[in-house]
C-alpha cells in the first residue's frame, strides 16, 4: 500500500523561507519516520529555513516499481522540490546494481528536469551481512559520481559508529530495519547533506509522529540518546558528510 505524508510546518513560511525535500523509497524511510526526525534537527539547529519533507513510500519497493506505480513521478513534477531523495529496495544494489543504475538515472532525469537536485540514500548492510556494507557503498557513489548527484551516507556513518560503540545497537530486532538510534544516525546524516552545516550541538531527543500535523501532545519519545553517544554519533557524521 502507498503511503504519502505530508510534513507541515507551526508557522506559514514562502517557498524561499523552506528547503523543500521529497523521499522516495520503502520501510528504511518510513520506519520511525525519518523525514519527522530530520526536520526536529533542524528545529533544533534554528536553522533561518526550516525543512518541509513529504515521502512516497511503499514496503520493500524498489525504484523501478515506483518509476512503475507512477505517484512520485506525479507528485515530483506537482510541486518545488530543492532536493528528491533516491531508496532503493535494501539488498538490490548488491544483487541487480545494473536495475538499479536504469531506474536511478530515469529518475534523475525527472528530477534535473523540474529544476531540483538528486540525493541518493545510502543505505547500511543488514545485521549478520556487514561484509557487503562495501558493495552497497560503491553502488551508491558510483552512480552519484556518474549523474553527479549528491550522496547521503548512512550506510558508511552507521559502519563507522558500530566499528568505535558496539553497544549502541543501531538495528530493530529483524536485524536490517532501524532502531529508533539508527534513524536518529539517518536524520543526522540529511540534516547535514541538505544544509550543508555540522549537526554537532544538535537534540539528541529521538521524537516520531505519525501525524500530518504534529502538534506536542502527539509526539512520542522513543528514545533519549546520553549527551556523550549524540555527540560521538554526531562527530562521525559531520566528518563523514566532509568526506564525500
Given amino acids: 500500500m502507498l503511503r504519502r505524508q505530508t510534513q507541515a510546518n507551526y508557522f506559514p513560511v514562502t517557498e524561499q523561507q523552506a528547503i523543500r525535500v521529497l523521499f522516495i523509497g520503502n520501510s528504511y524511510t518510513y520506519f520511525n519516520d525519518l523525514p519527522w526526525l530530520t526536520q526536529q534537527l533542524a528545529a533544533s539547529a534554528k536553522e533561518p529555513k526550516t525543512l518541509e519533507t513529504e515521502m512516497v513510500v511503499v514496503g520493500g519497493a524498489t525504484l523501478k516499481s515506483h518509476w512503475k506505480r507512477g505517484e512520485a513521478l506525479r507528485l515530483l513534477k506537482a510541486k518545488r522540490w530543492d532536493y528528491v531523495v533516491l531508496q532503493e529496495q535494501s539488498t538490490l544494489p548488491i544483487t541487480n546494481p545494473k536495475e538499479m543504475y536504469k531506474y ?20 547500511w548492510a543488514k545485521q549478520n551481512q556487514p561484509e557487503t556494507q562495501q558493495i552497497l557503498t560503491d553502488a551508491y557513489m558510483s552512480i552519484a559520481q556518474e549523474l553527479k548527484a549528491k550522496v547521503a551516507p548512512v550506510g558508511i556513518a552507521w559502519q563507522k559508529i558500530q566499528e568505535a560503540n558496539l553497544k549502541l545497537n543501531l538495528y530493530s530486532l529483524d536485524r536490517s530495519h532501524p532502531s529508533p538510534i539508527g534513524s536518529y544516525v539517518a536524520a543526522c546524516v540529511f540534516y547535514t547533506t ?3 552545516n555540522s549537526p554537532v550541538g544538535l537534540t539528541r531527543r529521538i521524537y516520531n509522529s505519525d501525524s500530518s500535523t504534529p502538534q506536542e501532545n502527539n509526539r512520542i519519545e522513543l528514545e533519549s540518546l546520553s549527551e556523550t553517544d549524540a555527540q560521538m554519533i554526531q562527530n562521525f557524521v559531520d566528518s563523514i558528510v566532509k568526506q564525500i
Avoid at 107 to 121: G, H, L, P, W
Fill in 104 to 123: 536511478a538515472s530515469l529518475f534523475d532525469a525527472e528530477i534535473k528536469r523540474v529544476n531540483s537536485q538528486t540525493v541518493f540514500y545510502l543505505t
Fill in 194 to 196: 541538505f544544509y550543508e
